[in-house]
């Protein structure tokens, strides 16, 4: 991706996650409920994209620093989960056509990471989306019932 790529779909790319499944009703409350109480803290939010999770933190007394970098996602069943991979997706936001890489990496590639970087991994989750999502959101082969959308959630702490 060009260095400049992003500002060219930025605002249409934040105005889509203000209300998205992945974002408004998945990401974004999983991570303010593992955060709890942040008044005082020091938070690093990787993976940032537009920023409205650092703006919730900081809205709760958290000092935030933010940066943005693709999510690991599990999302093709025949390639080799232990391989680093990466691919990209066009999208639409809004009638901004956008191009979005992505990448994998195994879980045990991203834990040895954070604790080569100085990290101790205090939560590892993978929450169900909001309950207040709503069903048109959805896909329909949910119907009804909870699941693993796409993201793995990580708490460090600084050692």
């Not at 990466?86 to 890489?101: H, I, K, M």
């Not at 989306?129 to 708490?155: H, K, M, N, Q, Y």
Request: overall charge negative; proline content about 8%; some cysteine.
């Amino acid at each position: 991706m060009r260095p400049d790529h992003y500002d060219g779909f930025a605002g249409r790319y934040a105005a889509e996650n203000e209300s998205s499944l992945f974002n408004a009703y998945y990401e974004r409350p999983a991570m303010l409920e593992l955060a709890g109480d942040v008044r005082g803290r020091r938070i690093l939010d990787a993976g940032c994209g537009a920023g409205p999770l650092s703006e919730a933190l900081a809205a709760r007394g958290a000092v935030v620093t933010g940066f943005d970098a693709s999510p690991a996602r599990w999302r093709f069943p025949d390639a080799d989960y232990f391989a680093v991979a990466s691919w990209s997706e066009e999208y639409d936001f809004d009638g901004q056509r956008a191009t979005l890489t992505y990448w994998h990496r195994p879980l045990q590639a991203m834990t040895t990471a954070f604790t080569d970087a100085g990290f101790r991994l205090s939560v590892l989750s993978e929450p169900p989306f909001s309950p207040d999502t709503p069903r048109e959101l959805l896909p329909p082969e949910l119907d009804g019932r909870t699941a693993f959308l796409c993201f793995i959630f990580f708490v460090l702490e600084a050692r």
